[in-house]
């Protein structure tokens, strides 16, 4: 690890809190599989694709961080990073709901900024990092 780069992962309870889905397709797979019959492939193949859908988003939690340093944030998705906001190119940061609405998914801070030619937004969540890690990105931006 670099010298002054901190790196926040997504909070446990909220990784708990998203995985608590995976009960549905659990219930399914139990209720199809204790039948009388063996089930159809119609029916194996639609809980795989429910499996599919519940997990990703579990997936997507799990390898999810920030790395924050003091003229930087970088953001990773399932272990890969995503781009670079340096504080030059950072055009503006606010806080508020997360998606028009506020639609469920909460408060945080969306950051806009230039990558080339195209402008990009990338938000971070209160509720999945906690105020601190807001903060601490704010600082390093501004």
Request: no cysteine; glycine share 10%; proline share 4%.
């Amino acid at each position: 690890m670099k010298i002054g780069v901190k790196i926040y992962k997504v909070k446990t309870s909220y990784i708990l809190g998203n995985a608590a889905i995976l009960v549905f397709p659990f219930l399914m797979t139990v209720v199809t599989f204790t039948e009388a019959e063996s089930p159809a492939n119609g029916e194996l193949i639609g809980l795989l694709i429910f499996w599919l859908l519940a997990t990703l988003p579990t997936l997507f939690l799990m390898g999810a961080k920030i790395e924050v340093a003091s003229e930087y944030v970088r953001p990773y998705i399932l272990w890969l990073p995503r781009a670079k906001i340096n504080k030059s190119s950072v055009q503006k940061i606010e806080y508020g709901n997360l998606l028009f609405g506020g639609l469920g998914v909460g408060k945080g801070i969306k950051i806009y900024f230039d990558n080339g030619s195209v402008t990009k937004r990338i938000s971070i969540g209160v509720d999945a990092y906690g105020e601190k890690v807001i903060e601490d990105v704010k600082k390093a931006l501004q």
